[in-house]
């Protein structure tokens, strides 16, 4: 597989959380294209275990969809944040607990095509109540699911963005009952 050449590079867009960047490249066999690339920071998602084998979960109104969406835990990480550490700011600030067992589970790009985000998948466990206050949490409703609800919540529609079905079913795939 061949790479295409970066020829040249503009930012038409750069906002808070987004840089939408105009990239003119060359095909291998000489085509000319444009690419729109979203440059956008990694991210952490992490499957919360509670000690009754609940994954604690959140619900969040989202714009984009107009609609609540029931979601794993996730966030932004940080400028000289590890993954790691961002699973534990982001736990405390969502659902206002402390992981104290953090397990990496793998990862995935959302949307390679034209975004740079890469989203670590996490599994976390052994919480301990600790509150972080975050400006945009305040609306989160913290919901618990019995772990073996998951599946048909998945199948059914009941969660249905990317990060939340692909940290699950990770999750699923590599326990025993999974």
């Given at each position: 597989m061949s790479k295409e050449k970066l020829l040249s590079s503009k930012t038409i867009f750069e906002g808070?959380?987004?840089?939408?960047?105009?990239?003119?490249?060359?095909?291998?066999?000489?085509?000319?294209?444009?690419?729109?690339?979203?440059?956008?920071?990694?991210?952490?998602?992490?499957?919360?275990?509670d000690d009754r084998d609940n994954v604690v979960m959140v619900r969040q109104f989202r714009v984009p969809t107009d609609k609540d969406l029931l979601e794993i835990p996730a966030g932004v990480m940080e400028d000289g944040e590890s993954?790691?550490?961002?699973?534990r700011r982001e736990l405390q600030e969502e659902?206002?607990?402390?992981?104290?067992?953090?397990?990496?589970?793998?990862?995935?790009?959302?949307?390679?095509?034209?975004?740079?985000?890469?989203?670590?998948?996490?599994?976390?466990?052994?919480l301990e109540e600790s509150r972080l206050v975050a400006e945009d949490t305040d609306e989160?409703?913290?919901?618990?699911?019995?772990?073996?609800?998951?599946?048909g919540m998945i199948l059914s529609g009941d969660i249905c963005d990317a990060k939340s079905i692909a940290g699950l079913l990770i999750y699923l795939s590599i326990t025993p009952a999974g």
């Open positions: 808070r959380a987004v840089r939408l960047i105009q990239s003119t490249v060359e095909k291998s066999k000489g085509e000319i294209v444009i690419r729109e690339i979203v440059e956008h920071r990694d991210a952490i998602a992490a499957v919360v275990l993954p790691e550490e961002c699973v659902i206002g607990c402390l992981p104290h067992k953090i397990t990496r589970m793998g990862g995935f790009y959302p949307a390679p095509g034209y975004c740079t985000e890469y989203i670590n998948v996490f599994l976390a466990s052994e989160i409703e913290v919901v618990r699911v019995p772990l073996d609800k998951i599946g």
